[in-house]
């Protein structure tokens, strides 16, 4: 398993945009899938964004066209590229790696969306 340190969350306007990143301890170039959660206070932990080792990309209804998960096997890093922020996106993100049952968290990075 790799270690995982997000970076890039901040506070950000309505509208506004900021890019998550998430650098692994060694190598992700075999790991399947990568991706980003988040959770805001009070609610449950919502997947946000997958990516596969093959490039293969899914996210969450709600964030369809305003975000864009990308890999650079090279770096050993996942991103998130947001924008068009909304104050509903507000929430910690989590980055993570592997699947359910061999899979690495980072310690979050908070995203807070407010004018």
């Known amino acids: 398993q790799v270690q995982l340190v997000e970076s890039g969350g901040g506070l950000v306007q309505p509208g506004g945009s900021l890019r998550l990143s998430c650098l692994a301890s060694?190598?992700?170039?075999?790991?399947?899938?990568m991706g980003w959660y988040r959770q805001a206070p009070g609610k449950q932990r919502e997947l946000v964004a997958t990516?596969?080792?093959?490039?293969?990309?899914n996210y969450a209804d709600s964030v369809k066209g305003r975000f864009t998960i990308s890999r650079d096997n090279a770096e050993n890093a996942v991103y998130l590229q947001m924008n068009s922020l909304k104050p509903e996106d507000t929430a910690v993100y989590y980055c993570?790696?592997?699947?359910?049952?061999?899979?690495?968290w980072g310690q979050g990075t908070q995203v807070t969306v407010s004018s």
């Open positions: 993570y790696a592997g699947v359910p049952v061999f899979r690495s």
């Open positions: 990516i596969t080792s093959g490039g293969g990309t």
């Open positions: 060694g190598s992700i170039s075999s790991i399947y899938t």
